[in-house]
């Protein structure tokens, strides 16, 4: 008997019976599952595991079907009641069984992650309600239509390298990982919209820092730089994801922070003080969308293609490519530090470098605002930021 399995089996049952217990006492409505039934719920799943070796899998069996019978009797009850029909609370019953199961296999992490995803799940429903109603009916096909190319190709693409450079199966992980990020961060922009300028420029500039700009620069009602300075912030910190997402290397994640910090709190104290609340009108693209992952995919296969053939030129492309679009371009050098075409201070300095090009492109993007003072103060605050990086680059 394995008493380590019970034990975090009862814990997962508490964490996500608490989010149930909490959300029964705030709305008070009656639910299927509070903290002392999900913790028994999941505990039973791990100890039926535990009698394997002498009953077989009967028990296993049996613990479902009473688990079952216990949930559907109480959802009918619940309905002649109240006439309460959602399945929510009675399908995360069910999971809890099987998160229990997985603890009594020993597949510890798996049950971990399963409970913190599932209870994620419960405790934003409101928030996911408020995003769905934000969506159009083009993105959620964009989303299906990624999501189709994304897992029906995946298994089909074969993990070996071509031509020094190109591993189908590893390429395609990383393009999808990065679009699963910006999807998130898309996410969050959205249901922040109404939170104002600020949040749609932090989050839709980790998305598309140059059509973010573009955004605020058309659709603010009341022009301002701080917006702008915000997704620039956000831009560096997307470096720095993709980066770690195509090299997960902590030398990588170090080095990049050492550049980043300072210009990126520089950006973020201005932003902050000269601030004036002001909302923004227009949305961005989904990153979901079929055409923004062509796009990303093969800007990131030709830059991995030049810069592994002209790896002596690798900072010329890395600034050029930051004029038009930074995040093809990290990946493209982190890739090749992966595979070991490149070194890591010459990586990190053709990353800097790219970056240094986007923060100064934000200029042609805000000018299309025609407000001279927002021209003004946006190329006096881009230009003290990548002085700030290019002397990072001397010194460091």
């Known amino acids: 008997m394995d008493a380590f399995a019970i034990l975090l089996a009862m814990a997962l049952g508490a964490f996500l019976g608490m989010?149930?217990?909490?959300?029964?006492?705030?709305?008070?409505?009656?639910?299927?599952?509070?903290?002392?039934?999900?913790?028994?719920i999941c505990s039973l799943g791990a100890l039926v595991v535990q009698m394997r070796p002498i009953l077989g899998d009967i028990p296993i069996y049996l613990g479902f079907l009473g688990v079952l019978l216990a949930l559907s009797s109480s959802y009918f009850l619940?309905?002649?009641?109240?006439g309460a029909r959602g399945i929510t609370t009675f399908t995360?019953?069910?999971?809890?069984?099987?998160?229990?199961?997985?603890?009594?296999?020993?597949?510890?992490?798996?049950?971990?992650?399963?409970?913190?995803?599932?209870?994620?799940?419960?405790?934003?429903r409101e928030e996911m309600h408020v995003f769905v109603k934000h969506l159009n009916a083009e993105e959620v096909k964009s989303a299906i239509k990624?999501?189709?190319?994304?897992?029906?190709?995946?298994?089909?693409?074969?993990?070996?390298?071509?031509?020094?450079?190109?591993?189908?199966?590893?390429?395609?992980?990383?393009?999808?990982?990065?679009?699963?990020?910006?999807?998130?961060a898309f996410v969050l922009g959205r249901i922040l919209k109404e939170r104002g300028a600020l949040a749609v420029a932090f989050f839709g500039g980790f998305v598309n820092s140059e059509a973010t700009t573009y955004v605020l620069s058309v659709n603010l009602k009341r022009k301002n730089s701080s917006p702008v300075l915000m997704a620039i912030v956000s831009m560096l910190l997307s470096l720095v994801v993709i980066a770690f997402i195509t090299f997960p290397s902590p030398d990588l994640l170090l080095e990049l922070t050492k550049y980043f910090l300072s210009p990126a709190l520089l950006l973020v104290f201005i932003s902050l003080y000269k601030f004036r609340s002001t909302d923004v009108k227009g949305n961005l693209e989904s990153p979901f969308s079929v055409r923004s992952v062509v796009k990303f995919s093969l800007a990131f296969f030709f830059l991995s293609a030049i810069s592994s053939y002209?790896?002596?030129?690798?900072?010329a492309f890395s600034l050029l490519g930051g004029l038009v679009a930074s995040s093809p371009v990290v990946a493209s050098i982190s890739f090749l530090m992966s595979?070991?075409?490149?070194?890591?201070?010459?990586?990190?300095?053709?990353?800097?470098?790219?970056?240094i090009a986007s923060v100064l492109n934000k200029n042609f993007w805000v000018r299309f605002s025609r407000?001279?003072?927002?021209?003004?103060?946006?190329?006096?605050?881009?230009?003290?930021?990548?002085?700030?990086?290019?002397?990072?680059?001397?010194?460091?």
């Open 310 to 315: 002209f790896t002596q030129y690798v900072l």
């Open 78 to 82: 619940r309905f002649k009641e109240s």
């Open 339 to 355: 595979l070991g075409s490149l070194s890591l201070e010459e990586g990190v300095k053709g990353i800097v470098l790219s970056a």
């Open 371 to 396: 407000d001279k003072r927002m021209v003004k103060e946006t190329l006096i605050y881009t230009l003290l930021a990548s002085l700030l990086l290019g002397i990072e680059l001397l010194v460091f």
């Open 92 to 124: 995360a019953g069910i999971l809890l069984f099987f998160i229990g199961l997985l603890c009594g296999m020993g597949e510890y992490v798996m049950a971990t992650i399963m409970t913190v995803l599932i209870t994620f799940i419960l405790a934003t």
């Open 19 to 40: 989010e149930r217990e909490f959300r029964r006492e705030v709305q008070k409505k009656k639910l299927l599952l509070g903290i002392r039934t999900s913790i028994l």
């Open 146 to 184: 990624f999501a189709i190319i994304a897992f029906v190709v995946f298994p089909l693409l074969p993990d070996q390298t071509y031509f020094g450079f190109f591993n189908p199966y590893r390429f395609w992980v990383i393009v999808v990982s990065i679009s699963v990020v910006q999807f998130l």
